[in-house]
């Protein structure tokens, strides 16, 4: 049997890392092989990408263009779907995979880089079976990461957030595999209406 592959997609705070680990239980439990996995990557370059790009640039622009970062950040991912996704779902296993290549879209499109050269440099990426956004108002995913967050970057930071956030809900209309999930609601309760979704969309 092919494996299904599900990817969480939001702004940062969105509950996306939460989310993705009671969804990886809840298949377990069920009987299913899963895998848990990210991008960045746990790799030296998802590493590296972590280290440079997004803590270095993740409000003023980093020392690299935007372009080397977007083209840092498919080249994980061609590793990623190659070496981890790709494989496991050959073996018919279940993958759910915190970001993906929307995150792409939506972040380095708002950072002003053309949509369809970001879609270009990706086309290699497999479209999974599911992708969830999770959707709050950036206020409230601003207010879970607080302790994540220096404070004299809030603002910037806050600008980006706003930006990506508009960025998904356009990329939901363009791709029919992306559903949009609110992610205000409490874990438990969003939780319960990921895995209606996934019940009504998948199994
Ligand atoms: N539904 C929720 N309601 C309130 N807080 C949440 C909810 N989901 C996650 N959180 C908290 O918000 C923070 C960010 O969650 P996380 O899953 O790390 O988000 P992301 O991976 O999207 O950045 C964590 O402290 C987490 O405990
Ligand atoms: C995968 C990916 C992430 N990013 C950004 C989004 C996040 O700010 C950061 C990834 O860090 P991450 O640990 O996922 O942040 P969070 O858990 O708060 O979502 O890198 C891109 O800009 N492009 C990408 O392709």
């Known amino acids: 049997m092919p494996g299904l592959f599900i990817v969480f997609e939001g702004i940062d705070g969105s509950g996306k890392s939460t989310q993705a680990k009671l969804l990886a239980e809840w298949f377990k439990e069920k009987g299913y092989d899963v895998i848990l996995t990210k991008e960045p990557t746990d790799t030296k370059l998802g590493k590296f990408i972590r280290e440079v790009v997004v803590h270095g640039s993740l409000i003023d622009g980093s020392k690299l263009s935007y372009e080397a970062e977007a083209l840092l950040f498919a080249a994980d991912r061609a590793e990623h779907v190659k070496k981890v996704i790709k494989p496991a779902l050959d073996k018919g296993k279940v993958v759910i995979c915190d970001r993906y290549f929307y995150s792409s879209l939506a972040y380095q499109w708002a950072r002003g880089l053309d949509l369809k050269w970001l879609m270009k440099i990706n086309e290699f990426a497999i479209k999974p079976n599911l992708t969830i956004l999770l959707d709050l108002p950036t206020k409230e995913s601003l ?38 999930i609110n992610a205000m609601n409490s874990v438990e309760d969003v939780h319960r209406d990921i895995v209606a979704l996934v019940e009504h969309e998948l199994l």
């Open 143 to 180: 207010k879970r990461i607080r302790t994540r967050v220096d404070i004299s970057e809030f603002d910037k930071l806050w600008d980006l957030q706003k930006k990506v956030r508009q960025n998904y809900l356009k990329l939901a209309e363009m791709f029919p595999e992306m559903k949009i």
